[in-house]
Every structure is written in C-alpha cells, then in structure tokens.
C-alpha cells in the first residue's frame, strides 16, 4: 500500500459527490468554506444534480468527476461531499488504471465504504476515513475532529489515533496485533461480499461503524461475515461510532454481538474508537498497517 502525497496548505481540493447530493445554495457554502481555510477548490458539476432524490445525478457522471479528479494535475487531494446512497452503482465506470497512477488523498466514509475497499484493494493506494465537507466540516468541524484530519492528512510520519477528551478507547479482548485495516460502514462492507471488489480480510484488521441501525439489522449483517468467513482470519478488530442506532436490551450491544461472532478466535477488540457518523470524527487511514495495543489503549499507524 502506498500514502499518497501528504496535504499542503495551498493545495487544490478536488470536492465531489459519489454518492448523494446537496442543495445548491450548501455546495457554494462549501466551496468558500474549504477556500477560508487557503484551499483552492475545483469543484465537480454534480454536487447538487439529482437522479431518484437520492443520488447525485447519473452513475457514469458521478465515476467519471472522480476519475478527472485523479487526472487532473493541478489537484492534490480529492474529498467528498457526504455520503448517502448510490456508491456501489459507480464501481463500473471507475478508471482504476487513472486512480492507480495518479495516487492522491481520497477523503470520506459512510457509502464511499465502497471506494475505500476497491482504492485499497485495486490501486494499493491508502485513503482516509475522516470528516466530509457537508456532512462535518459546514457546521460541525469541532477542533478535536479539525486536528486529527489535518495531522492525518499531512504527517510525515507515523500517526497514532487520540481519543477525544472523555472518550476513552476501551478494551473488549486483549492483545496486540498488526495488519493493514480494511473495513468501514457494516453495511455497506457487507454489500460487497460476493462482488469482484469484495473485502479482503485475511490478516488485516477489521474496523466496523454504522447509523441508525437496529440491533438485530447488524447481528445479521455481523454474522453474515462471520458465515461468509470473514471474521476467521482478522488479526483484531476496532468498534467505531454506532450512531443512533437502536438496542432492544441495553447490555447487548454491536460488541457482545462481535464477541458472540469471534467466540473462540485468539484476537484483540477495541471499542468506542470515535470515528464514523458521530462528533468527533477522529480520521484514519484505510489501507494503512496498524498496530493495536490494548495494554497500552494504543492504535497507530505506520510508514514502515
């Protein structure tokens, strides 16, 4: 896997919309808001274009903004706009040739899961997991969040994940392991299972997040990588944020649903790493070796 070039100030954004839209009149805020903090913005045509009310215009438009992102010279790094729905449609018109030759920072979550796998696994480029322009920076990019995407984005060196204040990382299973991290939103992770780009577990370690899920939605969507044997060989596994999501018992959760699932593996879990449809939003790159400690309450990243 390689970093792609880190973040300078200065640099063009290329801001896109993979997935959903926005209302014009947000695009714009956006746009200024990213050129407030000495940005330059190119911006892709589609961010407030529609198809069914719920994607950013057509899929081949949407894959191809991406794909002139990666082409264009004069950007450096490529963020999304927010999440939403339609990734997954994109998949096919994507260059990876194009991505794989012009490796750049690629910055989002949610549905961009899908992206994160296919740039991982197909370009061995790493990206990152961190805020999206409308849906955390516009009105909500608290200083915790704002620190660690920048420090991510333009380390050169290792980088180590820092829970925010009174949010502790807790252990589930203890032990340490390493591997690249692969994973994301639970089901959109789950919907590439028996697609060409489907998640590669095998000694890498597995972060999981998701919104507004009930408990029952992702037990089943848990044990459906347990079934598909894609917990077997996981090196550890890291819990993100669980927005909103609803439990019918409050002593089980999505982490005794995992423990029920990796009952008898000899691997380390961690929960309540602040990253995914919550504040803050601590980035991480994807595709990145990662080292976790439980001993130490420690997460980190290596260039090595």
């Known amino acids: 896997m390689i970093y792609p070039e880190r973040l300078k100030p200065g640099d063009t954004i290329g801001l896109v919309a993979p997935c959903s839209a926005i209302s014009a009149d947000r695009a714009a805020r956006c746009i200024e808001m990213l050129e407030n903090m000495g940005f330059r913005v190119k911006a892709a045509d589609n961010l407030a274009a529609s198809k069914g009310g719920f994607m950013a215009g057509d899929e081949k438009m949407r894959a191809e903004w991406i794909n002139r992102m990666f082409k264009d010279k004069e950007v450096d790094a490529v963020f999304c706009l927010r999440g939403g729905d339609g990734g997954n449609r994109i998949v096919e018109f994507l260059d990876l040739d194009a991505i794989r030759n012009n490796r750049k920072i690629f910055l989002g979550y949610s549905d961009v899961t899908t992206l994160h796998l296919i740039f991982n696994q197909e370009c061995d480029l790493i990206t990152y997991h961190g805020p999206m322009v409308s849906s955390n920076m516009l009105e909500h990019f608290d200083e915790e969040s704002k620190k660690a995407l920048f420090e991510a984005l333009m ?16 252990v589930a299973v203890e032990g340490r392991a390493s591997g690249i991290l692969t994973g994301g939103n639970l089901c959109v ?39 598909a044997g894609k917990l077997d060989k996981v090196k550890g596994i890291l819990l993100g944020q669980f927005t909103d999501c609803e439990l019918e018992d409050e002593n089980y959760g999505v982490t005794e649903a995992v423990l029920d699932a990796v009952k008898g593996l000899d691997i380390p879990v961690m929960y309540n790493v602040q990253s995914g449809h919550g504040f803050p939003m601590i980035t991480i790159p994807m595709g990145a070796m990662c080292e976790m400690d439980t001993e130490r309450r420690s997460i980190k990243w290596t260039r090595r």
């Open 189 to 227: 992770m789950c919907a590439s299972l028996g697609t060409p780009y489907e998640m590669e577990t095998e000694g890498r370690i597995l972060f999981i997040e998701e919104i507004g899920g009930h408990i029952g939605n992702m037990d089943r969507n848990i044990y459906q990588l347990k079934n």
């Open 155 to 170: 380390c050169e060196g290792d980088y180590e994940y820092r829970a925010p204040a009174g949010m502790p990382v807790k």
